[in-house]
């Protein structure tokens, strides 16, 4: 499902967050809700929208500035080198075919991405890493695994020959951001789907190891 900006007859995720305010707080009419952080329509996970015009631009300036911390979780075709690293890559857009690049080399148009990544579980022909985004450039997960050889399952558009039940095999489990009124931090948690279900093996101890951190 998109966050936003789909046709009249299909439903984003911003429709549905609207009708569900709406419903909760009996509100007639039209319901405002700003987006603030967006996932591609093959991705699962944790989503930002701010119920007023003053959070909404409150909650974009920590997306701009980097203080949002947003962590993914990726199962991959093989086994990465190590059990953790970073990746940086220039990145560059092919509009006509609709994916990003890894450029080889820095130009104007060209910006720098960053992520950490952690390897939690292995069979050596799927692995479950962990992703903590320092950019949030578009497709730049996606991108980045795939171009150092460990595209993510289901993401044929990145190489991927590997089969998904549903979307792709990324998960956006976590964010931990400030409250834009009252400064408290919000740590948001959003459970794997059921499309993951046949990879449990991998998945189940890192989850109770995350989800008792």
Not at 51 to 62: C, I, N
Request: proline residues 4%; hydrophobic residues 35%.
């Amino acid at each position: 499902m998109a966050t936003m900006g789909t046709t009249a007859d299909e439903i984003s995720v911003l429709d549905v967050a609207k009708s569900y305010i709406g419903r909760k707080y009996n509100k007639p009419g039209s319901v405002y809700l700003g987006v603030v952080s967006r996932l591609d329509s093959l991705v699962t996970g944790a989503l930002v929208f701010a119920r007023t015009s003053k959070a909404a631009a409150r909650l974009s300036e920590q997306f701009r500035e980097h203080t949002v911390s947003k962590t993914y979780w990726a199962l991959v075709s093989g086994r990465p080198d190590g059990q953790g690293g970073q990746l940086e890559h220039w990145l560059w857009r092919d509009d006509a075919a609709r994916r990003t690049r890894v450029a080889t080399r820095q130009r104007t148009e060209t910006p720098l991405a960053k992520l950490k990544w952690t390897l939690l579980a292995t069979d050596s022909k799927v692995s479950l890493l962990e992703i903590q985004l320092e950019t949030g450039r578009k497709h730049q997960i996606r991108a980045q695994l795939s171009h150092i050889g460990l595209p993510i399952l289901g993401d044929t558009r990145y190489d991927s020959s590997a089969s998904f039940p549903r979307g792709i095999a990324l998960h956006s489990i976590a964010l931990s951001l400030t409250h834009p009124v009252s400064k408290e931090t919000i740590a948001v948690h959003a459970p794997l789907p059921r499309s993951w279900k046949r990879w449990e093996g991998l998945w189940q101890e890192p989850c109770r190891r995350f989800q008792s951190g």
